[in-house]
């Protein structure tokens, strides 16, 4: 039996009774007013235009469904469909593209793009915590993202996008941001804001982490220009493991995504990231990711158009 053999990939029904029992925990709460005593569920009839999922509050008489308040508000694409969607792109490694879920889904190829974009913004965790407590080893590194076209190949790096990601190697976490350059001043705010004091710091020689040593317990700094990757002196003074990681996402960037515009960077980021910190040997297999996936669309919206008509997702 398939994956999506499972109930609420196939029912609307069903798809609305597994996202109430993720969002609401298995009670229901009015967005409007906040209530919930007095609620009821409106029992389905297509002929009198009462779609699946609604509830009625006896409080303020407000009408509302679990999508509400989510990134699936106003969505008018079927709910099974949706965590479909959430599924494939929680269980592919390196991603799954729009024009994939286009054909997949059996939708529009403007409705996938935007799906896929919602539930991007429903993995982004927005960076609570510092990385390294208790005295443990942070990996940072960064890295360009993008082609260079015309006159722009003479500029060398300058004109792609740059990322800087951090590794916990205790709790083997990753955070990853889209960075201005790659200077002290740009790098250093972001070490500082999030790793702990007490943590050692592994980079390569780039000398935008000089100023690590004056605010960190440690520094350890292998050259890769001279083909060191690891310290004979001191085997946990490498940083392989972000080396890794973003190999693995500049394989998925080029092979799935192809191209990225710098205003959705941040979000195919963000997609990486979640599965990367919800992967097997952290504990967690498919069905975990897409509960963690659907666990993170409330309180967050994306609208199409912003007001000016500009492409907002």
């Not at 991603?95 to 994939?100: C, D, L």
């Not at 529009?108 to 080893?137: C, N, P």
Request: hydrophobic share 35%.
């Amino acid at each position: 039996m398939s994956a999506l053999s499972r109930p609420e990939f196939n029912s609307e029904e069903a798809a609305f009774a597994h996202l109430e029992k993720i969002v609401w925990a298995g009670m229901p709460v009015c967005p409007h007013c906040g209530g919930v005593d007095r609620i009821t569920k409106v029992k389905a009839n297509l002929a009198k235009r009462i779609r699946e999922g609604l509830w009625r509050c006896g409080q303020c008489k407000g009408q509302f469904t679990a999508k509400v308040g989510t990134v699936f508000e106003h969505m008018r694409l079927p709910l099974h469909k949706a965590l479909q969607a959430v599924y494939l792109m929680t269980s592919s490694k390196k991603g799954i593209s729009a024009h994939q879920l286009h054909r997949i889904l059996e939708i529009t190829y403007k409705s996938a793009w935007f799906l896929a974009h919602r539930i991007r913004e429903a993995m982004r965790d927005g960076h609570v915590g510092q990385f390294g407590g208790g005295g443990g080893i942070v990996e940072v590194d960064e890295t360009f993202i993008g082609r260079l076209k015309g006159k722009e190949k003479k500029a060398a790096f300058h004109h792609k996008m740059k990322v800087v990601a951090l590794i916990d190697r205790n709790t083997g976490k990753a955070r990853t941001l889209v960075v201005e350059g790659t200077t002290a001043k740009h790098l250093m705010p972001i070490v500082l804001a999030n790793v702990a004091r007490e943590a050692t710091i592994n980079t390569d020689e780039h000398w935008g982490y000089r100023p690590v040593r004056d605010y960190f317990a440690g520094h350890g700094t292998t050259s890769h220009g001279t083909g060191v990757y690891v310290d004979p002196a001191n085997p946990e003074n490498h940083s392989n493991t972000v080396e890794g990681y973003f190999s693995i996402f500049k394989r998925r960037m080029k092979g799935i995504y192809q191209h990225c515009g710098e205003q959705h960077l941040h979000r195919y980021l963000a997609e990486f990231e979640f599965r990367y910190n919800n992967r097997v040997a952290l504990g967690f297999n498919d069905p975990d990711r897409s509960r963690q996936a659907l666990l993170g669309i409330a309180g967050k919206r994306l609208t199409y158009r912003r007001f000016d008509g500009v492409p907002h997702a």
